[in-house]
């Protein structure tokens, strides 16, 4: 591997780690909303949230850039205020990488939050725990399974995202060019076939790696909380 190549490497596991710890509590939240009760906006909410599954990344990059931009309305105010810039920087890979992920760690979790037996809950409501206390003593560890699956789903699929982070933050060797966009780069190359295939080769095998880790992870963490696994 070359330098470059172990750059982008680099780069692509810590954009993926610092994405799934930011959005991961984003998604638990999202989740306990989406799956408990009913209330005005419920659907609309859930049509947000899953909107990036649907549209093409390039308009998700082309959003985050209108509005994280140095020109957008966020953008600007944060560079004003806090002197922190999203374009062309790691941050601003992460944020791209989080809000893609983001859908795919929200039903992972959602449908762990909606397998938990309310009634256990309830029992914990009733020997005076308040609604808080048994979200974290009951709800949340019955639900690590599906945590677990859906951060590291997250970690896998922030790892493979291209079309938002090239539309946001470009291609910055050292500062954005991640695995995906390194391969673009190699492809560009009249004589970069090798680079791409040993890039692609190391995306196949970490995507595989991440996707065989949650499933261990689930079933180590179900059987110890007496869950039945298929």
């Known amino acids: 591997m070359t330098e470059v190549e172990r750059q982008a490497l680099w780069l692509s596991l810590q954009v993926a780690s610092v994405a799934t710890l930011v959005s991961l509590p984003v998604a638990v939240a999202l989740a306990l909303a989406l799956a408990r ?19 093409p990344p390039v308009v998700i990059g082309y959003a985050l850039l209108v509005g994280f931009g140095r020109q957008g309305p966020l953008g600007s105010w944060l560079h004003e205020w806090f002197g922190i810039t999203f374009v062309f920087t790691f941050r601003g890979a992460v944020l791209a990488a989080a809000v893609m992920a983001l859908p795919l ?30 979200l974290a003593s009951v709800t949340l560890p019955l639900a690590a399974p599906g945590l677990l699956s859906g951060a590291v789903l997250g970690f896998a699929a922030s790892l493979g995202e291209f079309g938002a982070t090239i539309t946001f933050v470009s291609n910055v060797p050292g500062q954005t060019q991640t695995l995906p966009l390194a391969i673009y780069s190699a492809l560009q190359s009249a004589d970069g076939g090798a680079a791409a295939a040993r890039l692609v080769g190391i995306s196949i095998v970490l995507a595989l790696a991440a996707l065989a880790l949650a499933q261990w992870g689930h079933r180590r963490l179900a059987r110890w909380l007496g869950q039945a696994t298929p």
């Open 105 to 134: 760690m929200v039903r992972a979790v959602r449908q762990a939050l909606e397998a938990v037996d309310r009634g256990l809950e309830d029992a914990a409501r009733t020997l005076g725990a308040s609604r808080l206390d048994a």
């Open 37 to 55: 009760g009913r209330w005005p906006g419920k659907a609309l909410l859930e049509a947000l949230v899953n909107l990036p599954l649907v549209l």
